[in-house]
């Protein structure tokens, strides 16, 4: 409440020796110039272009990734599942140097690119996540499905991506 009221107060308000918790009138002036900054500057713009992109993209690897290792019958889909959970005890404060050299030796430092694929990649948890949701849904409706010609690119966009509204909310 105090940092609140002291963000309408006036400088000498705020840095009297006794302290005041009611200001004696309100000053909005901070938060115009704290918004014109942000508007003026790209870094609402760049804020939205990043969240939008990498939880996007990293959003269509987990629910993809999730129903492949789920429904699709492939060799070596155990070991993949291992390695998504393993990858979960690795801390990410071990990758941050390995991955800055990455993106830097790509070329991609201060890009867009650069921001967005590493945290894009970052997919361990979302796809486990998305397939344990998978697992739960009923093996009828992907066999009716398949039985009327649905593909797995049909069966992700018109059966799994409506159900897993829930996991989605959850990610």
């Not at 990043?50 to 990293?58: E, K, M, R, S, T």
């Amino acid at each position: 409440l105090y940092l609140i009221a002291g963000s309408l107060m006036i400088s000498a308000q705020v840095d009297a020796a006794t302290p005041q918790f009611i200001p004696s009138s309100f000053h909005f002036d901070d938060y115009v110039n704290g918004w014109n900054q942000v508007l003026q500057a790209r870094t609402f713009l760049n804020s939205v272009i990043f969240v939008v992109f990498a939880v996007g993209i990293q959003w269509a690897l987990c629910i993809s990734g999730g129903l492949a290792i789920t429904k699709m019958r492939f060799r070596g889909r155990t070991a993949i599942t291992t390695v998504f959970a393993i990858s979960l005890f690795i801390p990410i404060v071990t990758t941050v140097i390995p991955t800055f050299v990455v993106t830097n030796e790509f070329g991609l430092i201060n890009t867009y690119p650069g921001l967005i694929i590493p945290i894009a990649a970052q997919t361990g948890f979302g796809t486990l996540l998305f397939r344990q949701y998978i697992v739960t849904m009923p093996q009828e409706l992907f066999d009716a499905a398949r039985m009327d010609g649905a593909g797995w690119w049909l069966l992700l966009r018109r059966l799994v991506v409506p159900l897993a509204k829930p996991a989605t909310a959850a990610y």
